[in-house]
């Protein structure tokens, strides 16, 4: 076997050009398809969208589309959006101390664009004309464009650049699931907001968006299961903690019915999972998992989101505590729930 070759004991600190510091970041944030249209998503809630269209062909690799009805970008600061560094979310390091929006980075656009190419259209509401942006890893061209208010992303050829990416990726069909999967808990974490998912051509999600979160889990998992939801509701001096969790009959295999959101972002965390499964007790048989969809609202300074470029996880100031609220939210839930049944079995036993 042949020796790997070892690197010049000397070489010139250089600063990185933009094409690979982009690159670097793209390896950070843009993982798989999936994980392009959770950065565009996010941006679409963050500018405040009521609709949110998503629409993929070959998995992802080909065209990722996102249409939204939110605020818009001026068009004289949409170049920026593809300049490293440059948010409109956060404008102090103290910010980030108290991140209160689903992303911030202001890296994915510009990390989207050094992988594939990207043409975003964007109109504020209140003006008659947008601008249209086509991105790539050769530079950035601007132009006015007449469009509906909101911004539309289309994400093209993705990795085209980079193919050894391609090795990394799963069968079409798991990045299809990730995309899916991903959609569906954007939608339970913001009832608000009326999600499409289409994919080859087939509508594969669409949520009401009005603000009903159990309308949300019957377009996620059925009008079977949103009957047989347990409400949750849960307060503390430093936390709120509300959703439903499934009764034990629809228990599954694994976790892949637990969603938990804090302050609005999917998370995950064995902490809270472990906590909500605590709160079932001795409801499920062994190697049995719950639906769940809780949100937990908690002051920002109190949780950390900044564990993972992807801001998939989260550390809390005091895990002991959120753990024990969670579990207890959960369990006075079920308790209750078990409470009135046995109430009403006891009553239809006396003939009341």
């Known amino acids: ?87 409109s979310k956060i404008r102090a390091a103290s910010d980030l101390a108290s991140v209160r929006t689903l992303g911030f980075r202001g890296e994915a656009l510009p990390s989207i664009a050094s992988v594939a190419r990207v043409t975003l259209v964007t109109r504020p509401r209140e003006r008659e004309l947008g601008a249209r942006v086509e991105a790539s890893a050769q530079g950035v061209r601007t132009a006015p464009a007449g469009a509906p208010f909101g911004t539309q992303v289309e994400v093209r050829d993705l990795f085209h650049n980079t193919p050894a990416r391609f090795k990394f990726l799963k069968s079409d069909a798991s990045e299809r699931r990730a995309i899916a999967e991903l959609l569906a808990n954007m939608a339970l974490a913001h009832p608000e907001v009326s999600f499409r998912l289409s994919m080859e051509g087939k509508e594969i999600l669409r949520t009401p968006g009005d603000g009903r979160l159990k ?34 009959s629809l228990a599954k295999g694994n976790r892949g019915a637990e969603s938990i959101f804090v302050n609005g972002r999917w998370v995950q965390n064995r902490l809270l999972f472990t906590a909500v499964e605590k709160g079932f007790e001795s409801l499920l048989a062994h190697r049995r998992f719950p639906l769940a969809v809780l949100h937990l609202e908690i002051d920002p300074v109190l949780v950390d989101v900044n564990v993972h470029p992807a801001k998939t996880e989260v550390r809390f100031k005091d895990e002991r505590e ?20 046995s109430t009403r079995l006891n009553s239809s036993h006396l003939g009341i």
């Open 1 to 87: 076997m042949s020796p790997v070759p070892r690197a010049p004991a000397h070489r010139p600190i250089q600063i990185l050009s933009p094409e690979v510091s982009n690159q670097i970041a793209a390896g950070e944030v843009i993982e798989r398809p999936a994980s392009v249209v959770k950065e565009l998503v996010e941006n679409s809630i963050d500018a405040g969208a009521s609709q949110v269209r998503v629409e993929v062909v070959g998995a992802g690799k080909e065209l990722i589309r996102v249409v939204d009805d939110g605020c818009g970008i001026e068009p004289e600061e949409a170049p920026l959006a593809f300049e490293r560094h440059a948010t």
């Open 215 to 248: 309308e949300a889990i019957a377009a996620v998992y059925g009008r079977r299961a949103a009957g047989e939801l347990v409400a949750v509701e849960w307060e503390s001096p430093w936390a709120r903690i509300s959703g439903y969790v499934g009764k034990p």
């Open 322 to 341: 959120v753990f024990k609220a969670v579990m207890r939210a959960v369990r006075s839930a079920l308790t209750g729930a078990e409470d009135r049944k």
